[in-house]
């Protein structure tokens, strides 16, 4: 059996230990059929740690999150905390992870499960078997350019900046990571920005060419405008395999496209680092959706986003994609069954609660594996 795997878990505040705990029990079934051994810890992150701890993350989780192969967030957040300063709010925890982590990559891909075409508010036969990867730029770009603020000007009035700014080796590193994954699928990348009104996008275009050029001729490279590509993701997705993109068009090509699939419940999501000397990547994951404080501890949950999540880290951080794609599969014959949690409840479905749907993926992965 491989050796002992570091998992981190933070369950972080409102569903997150509910949908956490379910995505945990998927590591312990491959542990004790002996597929794979993890080692895994568990930490507070968000309102969980300011209540305990003062802070929205420590430095001692902090410690063993960078000391750890993935971490698995669940979500941060709630009305409880939010009339905290900001610079103590919940979500300063995962953003501190992001940085101190260097998560420079994040993946969201956006795949429509059969039994879920009718979630989606596109027609079937524009949704039917979509299955897209869409990587923004997470570190750089306008949310982090200087100079940037409020200033006022001499006639009364005010002036807002902010700063569109990439480098080379910003450019390369999150275009690496999009060729090498696309490498691994369909073979088609498709690099988005404005290069016919922004210099940056001029970089960016010639920067994703110069790579492709030199190293991987083998993946079809594409260029598209963004306005172009908000245009094609709602007519027609199904021509995308892999998309990388900037950090602002990339905040919100990836909600749009996630929206293809119909619901918040189902989405997972991964953050990747540079690789270390070994080649072992800083990876954390975690569901789109927030800590839904309106659902919280009543067992409501959707856990499959989560579930979904996981089954990246497998796929990403331990090289498991025999496993993962297994995780996949139980989720989708889950569904198949008509196992439905109250947000994806259709007509004539039976409706379950957050660990009955774990325990059918369970269910489902045995019989599967
Ligand atoms: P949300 O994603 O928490 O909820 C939006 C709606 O979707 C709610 O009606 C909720 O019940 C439903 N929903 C979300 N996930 C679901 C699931 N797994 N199963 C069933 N229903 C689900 O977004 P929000 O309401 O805007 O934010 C609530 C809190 O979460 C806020 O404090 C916000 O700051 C925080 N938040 C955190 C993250 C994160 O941790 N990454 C992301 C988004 C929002």
Not at 176 to 194: G, N
């Amino acid at each position: 059996m491989p050796s002992n795997k570091k998992v981190l878990l933070l369950p972080g505040d409102g569903i997150g230990p509910e949908v956490t705990h379910q995505a945990a029990r998927i590591l312990e079934y491959f542990d004790k059929k002996r597929i794979a051994s993890f080692d895994v810890k568990e930490g507070l992150v968000g309102g969980a740690a300011i209540d305990k701890d003062s802070t929205p993350v420590t430095d001692a989780t902090m410690r063993i999150a960078m000391e750890s192969d993935a971490v698995l967030l669940g979500a941060v957040g709630g009305p409880k905390w939010d009339s905290l300063p900001f610079s103590q709010k919940p979500e300063r925890g995962l953003l501190r992870l992001r940085k101190d982590m260097e998560l420079f990559a994040n993946l969201r891909p956006a795949f429509v499960f059969d039994a879920l075409v009718g979630a989606s508010t596109l027609k079937r036969e524009v949704v039917e078997g979509l299955d897209m990867l869409i990587i923004r730029e997470l570190t750089g770009g306008v949310y982090f350019g200087e100079p940037r603020g409020i200033t006022n000007l001499p006639d009364g009035s005010r002036k807002g900046v902010n700063t569109q700014v990439y480098t080379t080796a910003e450019i390369v590193r999150v275009a690496r990571i999009a060729f090498e994954l696309a490498r691994k699928r369909k073979r088609r990348l498709c690099s988005v920005e404005k290069a016919n009104v922004m210099e940056s996008g001029v970089l960016w275009r010639e920067e994703v060419q110069k790579l492709h050029d030199s190293e991987f001729k083998d993946v079809e490279l594409s260029h598209m405008y963004a306005d172009n590509c908000a245009m094609q993701l709602v007519r027609n997705p199904k021509q995308f395999d892999v998309i990388v993109t900037d950090n602002l068009f990339g905040d919100i090509l990836s909600d749009c496209a996630a929206m293809l699939t119909g619901s918040l419940g189902m989405l997972p999501s991964a953050s990747l680092g540079a690789p270390d000397k070994s080649g072992v990547r800083k990876a954390l994951y975690e569901p789109v959706h927030g800590s839904a404080p309106d659902i919280a501890g009543k067992n409501l949950a959707n856990p499959l986003a989560s579930i979904l999540s996981l089954a990246m880290m497998l796929r990403y951080s331990f090289d498991l994609d025999a496993e993962a794609k297994l995780v996949e599969r139980a989720v989708e014959s889950t569904l198949g069954q008509g196992l439905r949690t109250g947000d994806i409840m259709q007509a004539s479905m039976k409706r379950v609660a957050t660990i009955e749907m774990g325990d059918a993926v369970l269910r489902e992965l045995a019989k599967l594996a």
